[in-house]
């Protein structure tokens, strides 16, 4: 079993929806949780935190669910440039490197 | 600031070719990584450091070595290129253990 696995994708979503992205994570160790988003033929960049409380940043909302061992991310209203491949991360507590999951492919068309 | 700099962008080498890929980073961090990503591979850890004078090896560190000399640059050696390193390799720094990583722009790199 992977470290750190989400639904490959991709998702085709219509423009203006809700999407929401699942990844669950076997380390229950395991203290620092991320959401990234890379764009085709791009570097990975930082999209989000999540934190134990859940938290919000626009129309992206993260939650952690420590107990299920799962990270989720949420985006409302889509845009055309919210398509990009969401890919899941936690840092490994022996040496804080990151564990990456394989990643979402997400498509909004208009 | 600059954040992540890689060099080169594209590089082709032939098999058994040796070559540095340069990572600087200017915004003083402890935490700098070399990664390779591979279509439907996802991004695997090949070597890590965690301060100057301190390397570690991550998943597949076979066939590359590095050196942490400053804290500013983290230079990934491939030894003896292999068509088996083609690869977007890309390198990325952290202010320490437990935040998130700030990325370079990647090299593409092809053995032929």
């Known amino acids: 079993r992977k470290e750190v696995e989400q639904d490959p994708g991709p998702f085709n979503v219509p423009e203006g929806a809700t999407v929401a992205f699942n990844c669950t994570y076997s380390n229950s160790a395991s203290q620092s949780f991320f959401w990234y988003r890379q764009d085709c033929r791009k570097e990975p960049k930082l999209l989000m935190s999540?934190?134990?409380?859940?938290n919000e940043d626009g129309r992206f909302t993260a939650q952690l669910n420590r107990a299920s061992q799962y990270i989720s991310l949420l985006i409302r209203d889509s845009k055309l440039s919210d398509s990009a491949t969401y890919l899941c991360?936690?840092?490994?507590?022996?040496?804080?490197?990151?564990?990456w999951g394989a990643g979402t492919k997400l498509i909004i068309k208009p | 600031n600059a954040g992540v700099t890689q060099t080169p962008k594209f590089q082709v080498l032939k098999t058994g070719q040796s070559m540095t890929l340069q990572c600087a980073q200017d915004m003083n961090h402890e935490y700098m990584s070399w990664y390779r990503q591979d279509p439907g591979m996802g991004l695997r850890l090949i070597h890590y450091s965690v301060g100057a004078g301190i390397t570690d090896q991550g998943e597949v560190p076979n066939g590359y070595n590095v050196s942490r000399s400053t804290t500013e640059d983290f230079p990934l050696r491939l030894l003896s290129a292999a068509p088996s390193q083609t690869s977007v390799y890309f390198c990325?720094?952290?202010?320490?253990?437990?935040?998130?990583?700030?990325f370079g722009s990647g090299t593409r790199l092809t053995v032929v």
């Open positions: 990325a720094s952290s202010k320490a253990g437990g935040y998130g990583y700030t």
């Open positions: 991360v936690v840092i490994r507590v022996s040496n804080y490197q990151l564990i």
């Open positions: 999540v934190y134990s409380s859940g």
